[in-house]
């Protein structure tokens, strides 16, 4: 089974602190994301990355940044986390593959509460 | 970019009835993919059901199919014979094949079932 885990389920911060969330699969897949879930609005793609190294900007990359220094890792990082950034935050991966249908797979989400 | 509208934002069911969630999308490609993912309460998002945009014949797993209609860009679930598990939010999402498979998710629809 896909196995997609995150750093931590809940976690609260101050505002102006750093926050790292990480997220690690475990199926060799090439792509990961990095999604925000707010009620109503369903989820938004925040950065994604399909290969070490590299990333792109999703639809709310503003206030966030990302790394990817091994294919399984993906973080996501707050520079300096601000009230507006409360929410859950959800990871995922997919295989490249062409030709398939490469769902995404799901972390079991961190809901971060600023403070 | 493309869109996914989920016009229902909460539905009910009773147990052991049959309800349908709708979702519509646009987009210019002729090749794509569509997934309902379902979140229960505190819960991983688990994939429920996939289609290929070229394929005729609708998807079926079990107590779930769709009913896709390439045409009108309508994609919706129908879940039959409902059970108190299946109460969930549930979520309509379209991949491209062209943009490093990225997801494209609607706002979601909450699904109660009263038993």
């Known amino acids: 089974d896909v196995k997609v885990t995150q750093s931590s389920r809940y976690l609260v911060k101050r505002t102006g602190e750093k926050v790292f969330l990480e997220c690690v699969q475990d199926m060799d897949h090439e792509n990961m994301f990095w999604y925000r879930q707010d009620p109503g609005l369903g989820l938004r793609l925040i950065y994604f990355s399909y290969d070490v190294k590299m990333k792109e900007k999703g639809d709310i990359p503003e206030g966030y940044s990302v790394s990817r220094e091994k294919k399984e890792r993906f973080s996501l990082i707050l520079e300096s986390a601000s009230t507006n950034q409360t929410s859950m935050y959800l990871c995922a991966s997919g295989s490249q593959t062409g030709g398939s249908y490469n769902e995404q797979f799901f972390g079991p989400g961190t809901r971060l509460t600023v403070l | 970019a493309q869109t996914v509208t989920q016009s229902q934002p909460e539905m009910s069911v009773q147990e052991a009835e049959t309800v349908t969630l709708s979702c519509t999308y646009d987009t210019s490609e002729s090749d794509y993919y569509l997934f309902w993912y379902k979140q229960p309460p505190s819960r991983q998002m688990i994939l429920v059901i996939r289609?290929?945009?070229?394929?005729?014949q609708n998807a079926t797993e079990n107590r779930f199919s769709v009913n896709f209609q390439k045409a009108a860009k309508s994609f919706s679930l129908k879940i039959s014979d409902s059970q108190l598990g299946d109460a969930a939010m549930y979520f309509c999402?379209?991949?491209?094949?062209?943009?490093?498979?990225?997801?494209?998710f609607g706002t979601g629809t909450s699904l109660t079932v009263i038993p």
């Open positions: 289609q290929e945009a070229y394929k005729q």
């Open positions: 999402a379209y991949r491209t094949p062209f943009t490093g498979n990225q997801f494209y």
